[in-house]
T-cell receptor, first 114, second 112 residues
Framework: KAGVTQTPRYLIKTRGQQVTLSCSPISGHRSVSWYQQTPGQGLQFLFEYFSETQRNKGNFPGRFSGRQFSNSRSEMNVSTLELGDSALYLC?????????????FGAGTRLSVL | GQQLNQSPQSMFIQEGEDVSMNCTSSSIFNTWLWYKQDPGEGPVLLIALYKAGELTSNGRLTAQFGITRKDSFLNISASIPSDVGIYFCAGFPTGANSKLTFGKGITLSVRP
């Protein structure tokens, strides 16, 4: 069974640009969560999607958005990039995203904003 | 909101030594998870715990769900160089709609 796949693995952008990251969950998983990871800050929760609907949202500005498709694949978009957006963006999938559901992570997309 | 506390931020041990890490919270948790993240990769699940007092092993790793349900422990025995990485605890607080909550992680270095 294939794991969580994130593309691309690496991205370099400049300030003001926008970027779209992609996540394919484990087959059968319907919940997809996104996290931002920066050194010393741990995993910061961005949002969670289930059945094409955003179910939970973290404390990030509106420049960060996402969506989920009918096949459970998810995309995350960041508009008007800032230097501080440089981070590892992780996607995790789980069966239903409910209490006790284990999240499985992809390898991440390393975004560098110059 | 609920927070999970992991400290210290970094640990340095000699190859062959055992190491213990703990994760604490001021709230009660229903599930505890331990993940390991290798450099440049995403976190990988090591052990999942579902009941207070539960003790579970995975090779050289052993984790326990604290009796108070407010803490969990991970022990690595006979460390080897590939144990290097960041160890995260995570858990589900009580509550039907609770989200998975992560600690900030402990970076483990193993000296050969």
């Amino acid at each position: 069974k294939a794991g969580v796949t994130q593309t691309p693995r690496y991205l370099i952008k400049t300030r003001g640009q926008q970027v779209t990251l992609s996540c394919s969950p484990i087959s059968g998983h319907r919940s997809v969560s996104w996290y931002q990871q920066t050194p010393g800050q741990g995993l910061q929760f961005l949002f969670e999607y289930f059945s094409e609907t955003q179910r939970n949202k973290g404390n990030f500005p509106g420049r960060f958005s996402g969506r989920q498709f009918s096949n459970s694949r998810s995309e995350m978009n960041v508009s008007t990039l800032e230097l501080g957006d440089s981070a590892l963006y992780l996607c995790a999938s789980s069966l239903r995203g409910v209490q006790g559901d284990i999240q499985y992570f992809g390898a991440g997309t390393r975004l560098s904003v110059l | 909101g609920q927070q999970l506390n992991q400290s210290p931020q970094s640990m340095f041990i000699q190859e062959g030594e055992d190491v213990s890490m703990n994760c604490t919270s001021s709230s009660i948790f229903n599930t505890w998870l331990w993940y390991k993240q290798d450099p440049g990769e995403g976190p990988v699940l090591l052990i999942a715990l579902y009941k207070a007092g539960e003790l579970t092993s995975n090779g050289r790793l052993t984790a326990q769900f604290g009796i108070t349900r407010k803490d969990s422990f991970l022990n690595i025995s006979a460390s080897i160089p590939s144990d290097v990485g960041i160890y995260f605890c995570a858990g589900f607080p009580t509550g039907a709609n609770s989200k998975l909550t992560f600690g900030k992680g402990i970076t483990l270095s193993v000296r050969p």
